[in-house]
């Protein structure tokens, strides 16, 4: 079932993409395992699926010593600066940098690690008080407090819009921070190199998100089902 609805997502996805004249290839799936086991990992893993977003350290962490060094762990869950040691070494991309002091850490322990790590910012575009996030208008001072930070890649933004039924009301706060991703791209906010990346869009939304520019998007349910 897991791989049937893999396969299904990328479908959807990549017929998204062309509608607006966009190539499929540059958009990344993340498989948002949260709160399932290993075995629905492995069985996406299975389908080819080798991304997989995380919401929280713990979890993560006992995820990451079942899985095959080929499964990349995203955290797309706040973080809290008492567990940056340990995030700088589980995970590939960290999406939810909205606070210098948990950038610092991060960079603190990378430098001891002699790693780097890449991060995006999240930015509050819709002013939700129950989500993290920096807010737009703060997000560019942010940005250059991070460009001194040697350890850290600023690959781009991530948003998480108010949820609404209608996926259409999502739209505005993608565009917002599609918007604001490019602003920051031409003041050279971004780790040198590729565009910036656009982490947006979920099961409900995420072909709204791909019209906008996502070039990340996070599908849970949508591939593993309703969470208990």
Same mark, same amino acid.
Not at 23 to 50: C, E, M, N, Y
Not at 137 to 165: I, K, S
């Given at each position: 079932?897991?791989?049937?609805?893999?396969?299904?997502i *990328?479908?959807?996805?990549?017929?998204?993409? *062309?509608?607006?004249?966009? @190539?499929?290839?540059?958009?990344?799936?993340?498989? /948002? %395992?949260?709160?399932?086991?290993?075995?629905?990992?492995?069985?996406?893993?299975?389908?080819?699926?080798? /991304?997989? !977003?995380?919401?929280?350290l713990?979890?993560a962490?006992?995820?990451?010593?079942?899985?095959?060094?080929?499964?990349?762990?995203?955290?797309? !869950?706040?973080?809290? %600066?008492?567990?940056?040691?340990?995030?700088?070494?589980?995970?590939?991309?960290?999406?939810?940098?909205?606070?210098?002091?948990?950038?610092? +850490?991060?960079?603190?322990?990378?430098?001891?690690?002699?790693?780097?790590?890449?991060?995006? /910012?999240? /930015?509050?575009?819709?002013?939700d008080?129950?989500?993290? !996030?920096?807010?737009?208008?703060?997000?560019?001072?942010?940005? @250059?407090?991070?460009?001194?930070?040697?350890?850290?890649?600023?690959?781009?933004?991530?948003?998480?819009?108010?949820?609404?039924?209608d996926?259409?009301? %999502?739209?505005?706060?993608?565009?917002?921070?599609? *918007?604001?991703?490019?602003?920051?791209?031409?003041?050279?906010?971004?780790?040198?190199? +590729?565009?910036?990346?656009?982490?947006?869009?979920?099961?409900?939304?995420?072909?709204? +998100?791909?019209?906008?520019?996502?070039?990340?998007?996070?599908?849970?349910?949508?591939?593993? !089902?309703e969470?208990?």
């Open positions: 079932m897991i791989g049937r609805q893999i396969q299904e *990328r479908t959807e996805l990549a017929a998204a993409a *062309r509608r607006c004249g966009r @190539d499929p290839a540059g958009i990344k799936l993340i498989a /948002v %395992s949260k709160h399932f086991p290993v075995a629905a990992i492995l069985a996406a893993r299975a389908a080819g699926q080798t /991304v997989f !977003g995380e919401n929280y713990q979890e962490a006992d995820k990451r010593a079942l899985l095959p060094n080929d499964v990349e762990l995203h955290l797309i !869950g706040h973080l809290q %600066s008492n567990k940056a040691k340990a995030a700088a070494t589980l995970f590939t991309m960290i999406h939810t940098i909205d606070r210098f002091k948990i950038a610092a +850490a991060l960079n603190r322990y990378l430098e001891e690690e002699q790693r780097h790590l890449d991060v995006l /910012v999240q /930015v509050n575009v819709g002013r008080p129950k989500k993290a !996030g920096v807010l737009p208008e703060d997000a560019e001072a942010l940005l @250059d407090r991070l460009a001194t930070l040697p350890n850290l890649r600023v690959m781009g933004l991530m948003t998480m819009p108010p949820y609404n039924e996926p259409e009301l %999502s739209r505005p706060c993608f565009r917002e921070l599609h *918007r604001l991703a490019e602003t920051f791209r031409q003041l050279g906010l971004f780790a040198a190199g +590729a565009p910036p990346e656009l982490s947006m869009g979920m099961s409900h939304d995420y072909r709204i +998100a791909i019209e906008e520019g996502a070039t990340m998007i996070r599908i849970g349910t949508a591939i593993f !089902g969470r208990y």
